[in-house]
């Protein structure tokens, strides 16, 4: 079976099914590799907040970021 017909199937359940459908392959996902995204991130948040730290010109507030990401895309 095809990924393609595997999908098609799976978007002919009901919610219901596809939930607990959605929750088994989500589920399934080895924990170890989710482990090692979460250390991942939590590296790289902590490098960006001493590079913080360090070069305070690179903050931004929050609402310029918004507004020149909106920019981008209009």
């Keep these: 079976m ?3 017909e595997i999908e098609e199937a799976a ?9 607990e459908l959605s929750y088994k392959l989500l589920e399934s ?10 250390k991942i991130w939590q590296e790289e948040v ?5 590079q913080l ?5 690179m903050r931004k507030d ?3 970021v918004i507004k020149e990401a909106k920019s981008k895309y209009e």
């Design 2 to 4: 095809s990924i393609k």
């Design 11 to 19: 978007l002919s359940l009901s919610a219901k099914e596809r939930a």
């Design 29 to 38: 996902i080895d924990s170890e590799n989710i482990q090692n995204i979460d």
């Design 46 to 50: 902590k490098d960006r907040h001493e």
């Design 53 to 57: 730290k360090i070069d305070a010109s």
């Design 62 to 64: 929050a609402e310029l």
